[in-house]
């Protein structure tokens, strides 16, 4: 993993905006690239002058919206069964996929924003999306909207948090480090807003079945 990290921090020095969509694509899919390894230090690239913020937040964001879209259609054309009984060969259990079509099914293109400003489920939840066959209007929105907030996140604490001694150390797990301490009070408060949702939606939903049961 540490070989991982180290080529695919030479990526975003070495091929810019490019290696960013590159890579953020990947994080999207079923290919765990950490998003920490890629916007922390292109925004750190930017601060220097290599290259401009609104450029590497972009190219995130684009990255980030063409996997997802990959992940989507893929899962939409495939279907459950076969996304189930092959799924386990690049690490996506049967019990993973039905919790993430759980929540999906659920909350809807709420649930997928959300889950595109969490780590880890971030490259999962446009697989129960495509299963479910959820709007591609939606599913798009609610995924450009997410990831473009979470890239801008990252850049921003990257631009902050990177130091060039961190960098010249060439050690991308101590980068990865850095940013996950700063980066911890933020992912708590989009696990609070996402608890929110739900309880705002399981009202919702209760007070919408009570008529019916009424009825």
Not at 34 to 60: D, K, T, W
Not at 125 to 151: D, E, H, N, Q
Not at 170 to 178: C, G, I, L, M, S
Request: with cysteine; aromatic share 14%; glycine share 10%.
């Amino acid at each position: 993993m540490h070989h991982l990290l180290q080529v695919w921090f030479s990526w975003v020095e070495n091929w810019g905006y490019l290696g960013v969509f590159f890579l953020m694509a990947l994080e999207s899919s079923i290919v765990p690239v950490p998003s920490e390894i890629v916007m922390p230090p292109a925004a750190y690239f930017a601060a220097q002058g290599q290259l401009s913020m609104a450029g590497v937040i972009l190219a995130g964001t684009a990255g980030s919206y063409f996997g997802a879209t990959v992940s989507y259609w893929v899962s939409r054309w495939l279907g459950l069964p076969f996304v189930k009984r092959f799924g386990k060969y690049v690490l996506l259990k049967p019990a993973k996929i039905d919790a993430a079509q759980a929540w999906v099914n659920h909350f809807g293109a709420g649930g997928i924003f959300f889950a595109r400003l969490l780590p880890v489920v971030r490259h999962l939840v446009s697989i129960p999306a495509g299963i479910l066959k959820m709007p591609f209007g939606r599913f798009s929105a609610a995924t450009a909207v997410g990831a473009g907030i979470w890239c801008t996140i990252l850049s921003f604490y990257g631009a902050q948090v990177i130091t060039p001694e961190l960098m010249n150390a060439n050690d991308p797990e101590a980068v990865v480090k850095a940013v996950k301490a700063k980066l911890g009070l933020i992912v708590i408060g989009i696990v609070g807003l996402a608890v929110a949702y739900g309880v705002m939606m399981f009202l919702r939903n209760k007070a919408a079945a009570q008529p019916a049961n009424k009825a």
